[in-house]
């Protein structure tokens, strides 16, 4: 007893121990993606997320003032200034007049830039020139600087990408696709578990058969050939073929198979006695359907509401072959494709972009998630 008592905790520590690492795993990624969609464009080049709540160093340029707001103090002429023009509160602890050394100097001390003229560059930011002959032209003196900038969070990464972008309407795209793409096979599949799970007619084994073979065709040899019936019924019809009906029927289609095949093997699970009991009763299949069947099977429900959800918001593939990308037609995974091509250089556009792509798929999966173990489990015990 001692010895299974042991193995038994050995067991569940190992349990443990593996959800631990595989929630670590999803965690500290998406913590990254967020951190990083909150941080302005210069402090995600300085340095990583991990390091975003300590100070970071960067090396940046500026330009002095122009040779009209000289001033002649003892005999020489003198520019004098703040280098942060922005009012930017920063400690600097190096600087230069040369790109090939941004950081030769020291701060606090004075440069000896030749022919006299001298350079002095504060830690807080003031400087002071002065030469001997006075300062000509229109541009200053370019001076490069090591320095350190607290760090700094901004949403104005989330207002650029959802009103400049177009993401917001992406956005609202890819519900439009997704939200029927998800309701209509469950309505569609509900009715055909129910079917064959508990009523009789010739031909269900084969269609049970049909269904589960289903389920291993892959969903790329589909594509071509149902692309061009869609087509073909387009211009018989002399209407569009790429349109958010299309994609629905679409993901409707490929998603079925499973559908009918979860559900049903729920619904076949739920107690005899009571579908009997309803008969006798006088109820029709509708009604035993409707008022004792899908109560009973909401878990299995929302458990292939979450698959079929995660599965379509997630969709470039089928989105790309089936709808337009026009602007009020690409969905959001094809519109971050783009960003990707076009932006592939602005962390700060495409980890916004990624964070505002996984907060809905997050919200159903934590709103439904009491139900997903249920639902997996369809049929494995009597009564379900």
Do not use: C
């Not at 790109?99 to 830039?113: K, M, N, R």
């Amino acid at each position: 007893m001692a010895v299974a008592t042991g193995n038994s905790f050995a067991s569940r520590f190992g349990v443990h121990i593996a959800v631990l690492v595989f929630v670590v795993i999803w965690t500290i990624p998406t913590l990254g993606i967020l951190v990083s969609s909150l941080r302005d464009k210069d402090q995600i080049i300085a340095s990583g997320w991990w390091n975003s709540f300590a100070s970071s160093s960067q090396t940046e340029a500026g330009r002095l003032p122009a040779a009209s707001t000289q001033v002649e103090k003892d005999g020489k002429f003198v520019l004098q200034g703040n280098i942060f023009g922005d009012g930017a509160k920063r400690a600097i602890s190096a600087f230069g007049v040369k790109a090939a050394a941004p950081t030769q100097y020291p701060a606090g001390t004075s440069a000896d830039l030749g022919d006299g003229v001298t350079l002095r560059l504060n830690a807080h930011g003031s400087f002071v020139m002065a030469s001997p002959k006075a300062f000509e032209g229109d541009r200053g003196q370019r001076v490069y600087y090591a320095s350190s900038a607290p760090p700094k969070f901004t949403t104005d990464n989330y207002q650029t990408v959802l009103f400049s972008e177009g993401i917001g309407r992406s956005f609202m795209n890819s519900l439009t696709v997704t939200i029927p793409a998800t309701v209509i096979p469950i309505l569609i599949a509900a009715f055909a578990a129910y079917a064959l799970a508990w009523m009789r007619f010739p031909g269900r084994a084969l269609l049970i058969a049909v269904v589960i073979g289903l389920l291993v065709v892959p969903l790329q040899m589909s594509l071509i050939p149902l692309l061009k019936l869609y087509n073909g019924v387009g211009t018989f019809f002399g209407v569009p073929s790429k349109t958010y009906l299309g994609i629905w029927l679409a993901h409707t289609g490929f998603g079925l198979p499973f559908a009918i095949y979860l559900l049903r093997s729920y619904i076949a699970g739920l107690p005899r006695e009571i579908m009997e009991s309803a008969r006798i009763d006088g109820a029709s299949d509708f009604e035993i359907f409707v008022k004792i069947v899908l109560p009973l099977s909401f878990p299995v429900l929302a458990s292939f509401a979450i698959f079929q959800f995660l599965w379509v918001w997630n969709d470039l593939l089928v989105a790309m072959v089936f709808l337009g990308t026009a602007p009020d037609q690409i969905v959001l995974t094809a519109k971050l494709n783009a960003l990707l091509g076009s932006r592939g250089g602005n962390w700060e556009i495409l980890t916004t972009s990624a964070f505002i792509t996984i907060i809905v798929p997050l919200i159903v999966f934590f709103s439904l998630q009491r139900y997903f173990v249920r639902g997996l489990l369809a049929g494995s015990v009597k009564g379900g």
